[in-house]
Nanobody, 129 residues
Framework: QLQLEESGGGLVQPGGSLRLSCKVSIFGLEGYYIGWFRQAPGKEREGISCIAGFNEDTYYADSVKGRFTISRDNSENTVFLQMTGLKPEDTALYYC??????????????????????WGQGTQVTVSS
């Protein structure tokens, strides 16, 4: 069973930065797409950035494009989300999720074309002064 564990959330002032990490408990990322999702109270879950574990394909939602950067370290089985220029509307519970590459695409993962079968527990990000 694939397991994912997020870390790096916290409280940050508007305009600040955070880096989230998603540690994946598998032999290698190469067989998967991995993505970051968020859900704010009263809102639907949103796929904000996804990455292929085996090539350079990435996807960003318009809401984070130009401010957030997704990356991965295959040697550490870890996917990162560098968040800059944080806004109060970025406040949410942030999850990472994964799906096997044969079942989806990098865009499909983020757009929930097939609900990802593997999820972490989430890490809270709060942007407030």
């Amino acid at each position: 069973q694939l397991q994912l564990e997020e870390s790096g959330g916290g409280l940050v002032q508007p305009g600040g930065s955070l880096r989230l990490s998603c540690k994946v408990s598998i032999f290698g990322l190469e067989g998967y797409y991995i993505g970051w999702f968020r859900q704010a109270p009263g809102k639907e879950r949103e796929g904000i950035s996804c990455i292929a574990g085996f090539n350079e394909d990435t996807y960003y939602a318009d809401s984070v494009k130009g401010r957030f950067t997704i990356s991965r370290d295959n040697s550490e089985n870890t996917v990162f989300l560098q968040m800059t220029g944080l806004k109060p509307e970025d406040t949410a519970l942030y999850y990472c999720a994964a799906d096997w590459k044969a079942w989806t695409t990098v865009q499909g993962l983020c757009l929930n074309s097939r609900p990802p079968p593997y999820w972490g527990q989430g890490t809270q990000v709060t942007v407030s002064s």
